[in-house]
């Protein structure tokens, strides 16, 4: 940096080679140079560097050495302030100190949130498929039970319906009720199609929802769902076991209470039982450890319906049936009435039933032909002989189908009314008996209809 007014001067420049020659002076140099002003000496500064120059006017110059002066004085000021007071520096560490300890303790807070949600989230994760779980377990094992329902012929006719599903009165229209024929009272239940497709349909539809109701009300809502689904569907299957069970149950108790009625012995009855061709090893009924409500009930419902198979095989010997078909209407009932044909008292052995000439005669208990062919006053007549002293006569008849020795079942037809014999007119002359002796044949057709009503 220099003080200087101009790079030009008055005085002409010496070449070191020019020593000893005349000086000349050049006048084009001194009229250029006469006509370029000087500035004045405290005008302004110049700095070089590296070639280059930087013209400060004296105010801007004295500023800029007064703002570094200062600046070097406070940071000198600062220094030995600082080198002296050591407590300042010390809370400006412990400050800091301070301040990371803050930011690792929230560090450490924020770390151990995540990782309780993360927990959380995984015992929430757990618990969902523990439930899943249990849900896949209890719909496994109402298929299960819904299997062994619809093997059951007794639960179709028990299932009380709140409500008519859809085609169900015009599947009703076309196919009635069973209902018992005029010679056995034995009714067999037919499972309608569309059962077991609801039975079926009803667990997939179930599995289906998680897909679609997950994304708008949650997890949570949708196993809700599913278990109260499947609670309903459980609380069906034991309302329709319940049913089964109660109906066996009162039927039981009215063939019992039938055969007590009658005066007869079911031992008895049950040892003339005729048996058919079966066999196989021993094998007693056991229940698993872990068998439910619904597998015990099962299992006792199981156990009533041989037992009460075991009852239709022995009432099968007990002629408590129609032996017409139609109305029943009497022309002449059981006991003391005025003969026909002598207008006296006498004794009627019978039931006279007003039929057609021609209408078939059916039997009204399993048993063996023991006579077939002409009887005095009965005329054509035909005696069966049911097992344990009962017996069934079958007088009038127009015609004989049966034999002597020849097997018959239940409802088979054994001959046609007529009138031969000691007779006013065509009818069917029927006899109950017991030990030989005869005995009200209502007293049997009345428990017939008792059994028939359940």
Do not use: C
């Amino acid at each position: 940096m220099s003080k200087s007014s101009a790079q030009y001067t008055q005085y002409p420049q010496h070449h070191p080679h020019d020593h000893g020659r005349a000086y000349h002076r050049r006048p084009l140099a001194v009229a250029a140079a006469a006509a370029i002003p000087l500035p004045d000496a405290d005008d302004a500064y110049t700095i070089v560097h590296h070639g280059k120059q930087v013209r400060l006017g004296p105010v801007v110059f004295w500023i800029v050495v007064g703002t570094v002066v200062l600046l070097g004085l406070w940071s000198a000021a600062t220094a030995t302030y600082f080198a002296f007071r050591d407590d300042v520096l010390t809370r400006l560490i412990a400050r800091q100190a301070e301040m990371q300890y803050a930011y690792e303790d929230r560090i450490a807070e924020l770390r151990a949130k995540v990782d309780r949600t993360t927990s959380r989230q995984l015992l929430d994760q757990e618990q969902f498929d523990q439930k899943l779980d249990q849900i896949m377990k209890r719909q496994t094992a109402l298929e299960s039970r819904a299997t062994a329902l619809g093997a059951m012929p007794d639960v179709t006719g028990s299932i009380p319906r709140t409500a008519p599903q859809r085609g169900d009165a015009n599947q009703g229209a076309t196919q009635g009720t069973p209902k018992p024929s005029p010679i056995s009272d034995t009714v067999i239940f037919v499972a309608p199609p569309d059962r077991e497709a609801r039975l079926e349909s009803r667990a997939p539809a179930m599995l289906a929802a998680p897909t679609q109701f997950a994304k708008n009300q949650g997890f949570d809502n949708v196993l809700v769902r599913l278990t109260t689904s499947l609670d309903q569907v459980e609380r069906r299957q034991i309302a329709a076991l319940s049913a089964v069970e109660d109906g066996m149950d009162s039927r039981m108790r009215r063939m019992r209470g039938v055969v007590s009625d009658l005066g007869l012995n079911l031992a008895s009855l049950e040892a003339a039982v005729p048996r058919s061709a079966m066999g196989g090893p021993f094998v007693p009924v056991k229940l698993t450890a872990n068998a439910g409500p619904f597998e015990k009930q099962l299992n006792r419902i199981n156990t009533t319906r041989a037992e009460l198979d075991r009852l239709n095989r022995t009432l099968a010997l007990v002629p408590y049936r129609k032996p017409v078909i139609g109305e029943v209407e009497f022309t002449s009932g059981f006991g003391v009435r005025s003969d026909p044909f002598l207008g006296r008292p006498a004794m009627h052995t019978g039931l006279d039933f007003r039929a057609a000439t021609g209408d078939p005669v059916r039997v009204t208990a399993y048993g063996k032909v023991v006579s077939a062919g002409w009887s005095g006053g009965y005329g054509r007549m035909i005696e069966v002989d049911h097992g344990n002293g009962l017996s069934t006569r079958y007088g009038h008849l127009s015609e004989i189908s049966v034999k002597v020795g020849e097997i018959v079942k239940i409802g088979q037809v054994v001959g046609l009314v007529g009138s031969t014999g000691r007779s006013t007119g065509p009818h069917l002359h029927y006899e109950t008996r017991i030990d030989g002796e005869a005995v009200d044949p209502q007293k049997f057709l009345r428990a017939g209809v008792r059994l028939s009503a359940g």
